[in-house]
């Protein structure tokens, strides 16, 4: 075995490659609600309808278990972050449909900051000073991109964008507050929630059959898969490595469609958007640190 297949085979090394993969499948998203030409609601049913299939035919295979044990297991704790994850993915959609895909993701790579803000909140779990400052700056950023949105009569989009970090972070919150919450259940329920929040606005009968395929991407590539690689990479690295490896979607979703479709950033989200990247960057490299510093031999 050479020295680089022996660096790949290491628990880090896999935990990373899993979750960039993860990033990977995740930055579709975009290319693909711009891809698709039904209406958002029965976009965000198929979507949701063919995740909800993969993800419970994913956690039956990998716990062994037929009926309904897995999710009886995680209990009410499991059913609200699936309901927190299902909203996340509902708004996530919804943003998409209605503002530019920078804008969405810029304000969606903010989630690890919300969550830090609830801990404290919720928890009393103490908050750096360092990650008052990346809040702030984050919020400095996201307030340039949103002002331009609203001149633009894209506001309620960026609005929209914001649904996803609190609601992650809350189920971030709730995670921490219950050990019997289990990701991959989870992820399920929100499929199915996210489905049924969309059920009375959709029209599951009218979509085209060239969006067949696009559809069954988005729920099972995109949301699902990149759910499921996540999950098992972000196991075998410290928090602070995921959630730098994570931004590599907020780089990609933008520029997929810049390149494929040509839709560019504004100045106002180029501008903004640096700033958010810049706080999330220096902040996870900072954990990093930390976490090597805690480990290391002495």
């Known amino acids: 075995m050479s020295a680089v297949d022996a660096s790949i ?83 996530y959609v919804l943003s998409l449909s209605l503002t530019r895909v920078a804008n969405t993701l810029i304000v969606l790579s903010i989630s690890p900051l919300i969550a830090a803000l609830l801990g404290w909140l919720v928890l009393g779990e103490p908050v750096k000073a360092r990650t008052w400052a990346a809040i702030a700056a984050a919020f400095a950023g996201i307030a340039v991109m949103v002002a331009n949105s609203v001149v633009a009569g894209n506001a309620l989009g960026d609005i929209l964008a914001f649904g996803p970090p609190f609601a992650v972070a809350t189920a971030t919150v709730l995670i921490r507050r219950s050990q019997s919450v289990r990701m991959a259940p989870s992820a399920a329920l929100a499929a199915l929630f996210a489905m049924l929040f969309a059920a009375p606005f959709s029209h599951p009968t009218a979509v085209d059959f060239e969006d067949v395929p696009l559809l069954v991407a988005f729920g099972v590539g995109q949301l699902g898969l990149g759910m499921i690689l996540f999950v098992t990479g972000a196991r075998l690295i410290p928090a602070a490595e995921a959630s730098l490896i994570s931004i590599l979607e907020v780089v990609l979703a933008p520029l997929w469609v810049w390149l494929l479709i040509g839709e560019r950033p504004s100045t106002a989200a180029l501008f903004g958007g640096g700033i958010v990247l810049l706080a999330l960057c220096a902040h996870a490299l900072l954990d990093a640190r930390d976490a090597r510093s805690l480990n290391a031999p002495y």
């Open 9 to 91: 085979s290491t628990p880090r090394a896999r935990g990373s490659l899993l979750v960039a993969a993860a990033a990977l499948a995740w930055s579709t998203g975009g290319i693909l609600t711009r891809l698709i030409s039904t209406d958002p609601f029965t976009m965000l049913f198929w979507r949701s309808f063919s995740a909800a299939l993969f993800l419970i035919g994913y956690v039956l295979w990998r716990e062994r278990r037929v009926g309904l044990t897995p999710w009886r297991d995680a209990g009410w704790p499991g059913m609200a972050v699936g309901f927190c994850f299902g909203f996340a993915s509902t708004c």
